[in-house]
Each structure stands twice: as C-alpha cells, then as structure tokens.
C-alpha cells in the first residue's frame, strides 16, 4: 500500500499549488480521502474531504473558497488544488485513505508560503 504526495513547493501569497496523492495496493474507489495539514509545533488538522464517489466534499472554514479537493477513481489520485494561498497556510500536507476502521496515511509534501 502506498500513498505518495506531490506538488508542494515554495509560493509567493496569493500563489497557487496544486498537490496531488497517489495511491496504490488497495482498492481506492472505495475509501474516503482527506488532506490534513501540519504546522511546526501545532497539532495536524483536518483540511478538505472527498467521499469514494467524488461527493460529497467538505472544507475546513480556513480554506473554504479558496481550495478544492478532487479526485480521479480511474486513476488513483485525489488533488487539492489550492488558490490565494496564505502565509499560514505553511505547513506539511498528508493525504488519507479511509475506508471503515482501515487508514492508510502519506509522507507528506511541504508547503510554504512565504514573500
């Protein structure tokens, strides 16, 4: 099983990135996927989540409006394209694989933005 973030990088505010999650070594059109974010020294928060079918998708109330979660079941992949980005936005982004009590979690791809 595995799960391999990309797309981080450095931006400028109000910048655009656009992460992506590969997943293999399971059946992926039936889990859940979120992105969750981790800043140093604060706890890891949940960031957007897309159901197996590709909707239902919720935000947290920090990126709405301004990331969109999607996902590709034919090809295994779930994004977070993510617009005006924020300084606060800095921080190592997971993506998660749920599907009952079965979890599968990334490496993480760092984001940082900053002028």
């Known amino acids: 099983v595995q799960l391999v973030e990309s797309g981080g990088g450095l931006v400028h505010p109000g910048g655009s990135l656009r992460l992506s999650c590969a997943a293999s070594g399971f059946t992926f059109s039936r889990y859940f996927m979120r992105w969750y974010r981790q800043a140093p020294g604060k706890e890891r928060e949940l960031v957007a989540s897309i159901s197996s079918a590709g909707d239902p998708t919720n935000y947290a109330d920090s990126v709405k409006g301004r990331f969109t979660i999607s996902r590709d079941n034919a090809k295994n992949t779930v994004d977070l394209q993510m617009n005006s980005l924020k300084p606060e936005d800095t921080a190592m982004y997971y993506c998660?694989?749920?599907?009952?009590?079965?979890?599968?979690w990334g490496q993480g791809t760092q984001v940082t933005v900053s002028s």
């Open positions: 998660k694989a749920q599907f009952a009590t079965i979890t599968y």
